[in-house]
C-alpha cells in the first residue's frame, strides 16, 4: 500500500490537556509505522444529508479514523460513507448512555450495582413526578447515586445524601435522562480501572480521591497500580467483548464482600495517567493494533 494516512477526530468544545496529550502520542506512535495522521475537530468535518436525502461529506478518504468524541451522528454518518472507526460508532452510543451500558452488560454474570432508570418525561405532571419519586425512596436508603445518563468526567454525578439533596437534584434533571443507583460507600472516591486493547488487557490501575465520591483524575483522583483478581479480568473481558470495543477501560468498585462491582465502561479513556504509573505503552499497542487490522488483513 502507498501512502497510509489516518485521522484522529476530536470534540472542538472540549480540548483538555488529557485530550492532546493521548493525540500527540498516537501521532507519534503512528509516526514510528510510517502512517501520517491528521486531527480534526467535529466542527470542521460538516458532514450532512442535502435537500436530496444525500450525504454531503467534503472530509478526504482516510484509511482509518480514530473517533476521540462522542458524537453519534457524525460517527453514523461517517461509517454510513465506508469510513472504518475505532471506536465504531454502535460502541461508542452503547458506553456514552449509561443505562444502555448496563442494559447491554445484563444478565451476563457481571456483578452490577442496582441501577434504574429515570422514565422518559417531557410534560409538567408533579403527581406522577411525585409518585414516581416515592417509588425511588422505597428501593434505595440514603445515600445513594443519581447519574445522568450522558456525561464524561465524573460531572453529571450526584450523590444523594438526604431528602433535600434528592428533591434539589430531580427538579433538576426533571426532564434530563438519568439513572439512580446504588452507591458502594465502602469504596467511596475510589475505583478500579482496567485497560483493554483488542479485548485484551493491558494495564490496570486504581484510583483515589480522598476528596471526593468520584475517583476521577480530572476530579483530582490520583493513579495507583494494583493487582487484579481473576474476577475483575474476567468480567472487563466479557465487557468490552459484549460491547465490541477495539479499546476501552472498564470501572469497577470494591464491595465490602471482595467482589468487584462494574460502574461504567468508557470507550474513549484517557490514558494519560495509566501510561505514567504503569510504564505500559498503552499508544503503542493501540496504533499497533489498528496497522494490523488496516494493513495486514
Not at 497510509?4 to 480540548?15: D, E, Q, R, S, Y
Not at 467535529?42 to 454531503?56: A, C, Q, S
Not at 435522562?177 to 480501572?193: V, W
Request: aromatic residues 14%; glycine residues 4%; proline residues 2%.
Amino acid at each position: 500500500m502507498g501512502n497510509k494516512l489516518g485521522a484522529i477526530i476530536v470534540n472542538a468544545f472540549i480540548l483538555r490537556d488529557s485530550t492532546l496529550y493521548q493525540i500527540n502520542r498516537l501521532i507519534e506512535e503512528f509516526k514510528s509505522l510510517d502512517v501520517s495522521i491528521d486531527v480534526i475537530s467535529n466542527i470542521d468535518i460538516f458532514i450532512y444529508i442535502n435537500d436530496e436525502g444525500k450525504i454531503v461529506n467534503k472530509l478526504k478518504k482516510y484509511d482509518f479514523i480514530i473517533y476521540l468524541d462522542k458524537d453519534k451522528y457524525i460517527s453514523e454518518l461517517l461509517e454510513k460513507e465506508g469510513y472504518i472507526l475505532f471506536n465504531n460508532s454502535k460502541s461508542i452510543i452503547d458506553c456514552d448512555d449509561k443505562m444502555l451500558t448496563h442494559i447491554k452488560l445484563s444478565n451476563n454474570n457481571i456483578f452490577m450495582p442496582k441501577t434504574i432508570s429515570y422514565p422518559l418525561n417531557y410534560f409538567n405532571n408533579e403527581s406522577k413526578f411525585i409518585e414516581f419519586k416515592n417509588k425511588i425512596l422505597k428501593e434505595f436508603t440514603f445515600p445513594f447515586l443519581i447519574k445522568e445518563n450522558f456525561g464524561s468526567l465524573g460531572k453529571q454525578v450526584y450523590l444523594i445524601n438526604n431528602l433535600d439533596d434528592f428533591n434539589l437534584i430531580e427538579e433538576k434533571l426533571k426532564y434530563t435522562p438519568h439513572i439512580f443507583q446504588e452507591f458502594i460507600q465502602e469504596s467511596k472516591g475510589t475505583d478500579y480501572r482496567v485497560f483493554l486493547i483488542n479485548k485484551k488487557p493491558v494495564a490496570y490501575m486504581k484510583r483515589v480521591n480522598n476528596n471526593s465520591y468520584v475517583s476521577n483524575v480530572a476530579a483530582g483522583g490520583v493513579g495507583y497500580t494494583f493487582t487484579p483478581n481473576k474476577q475483575i479480568i474476567k468480567d472487563a473481558i466479557k465487557a468490552s467483548k459484549l460491547l465490541k470495543l477495539d479499546y476501552c477501560a472498564v470501572d469497577f468498585v470494591l464491595n465490602k464482600s471482595g467482589k468487584y462491582i462494574l460502574i461504567e465502561v468508557n470507550s474513549n479513556a484517557f490514558f494519560t495517567e495509566i501510561e505514567k504509573i504503569s510504564k505500559v505503552n498503552i499508544a503503542k499497542i493501540y496504533c499497533e493494533f489498528i496497522y494490523n487490522q488496516i494493513y495486514k488483513k
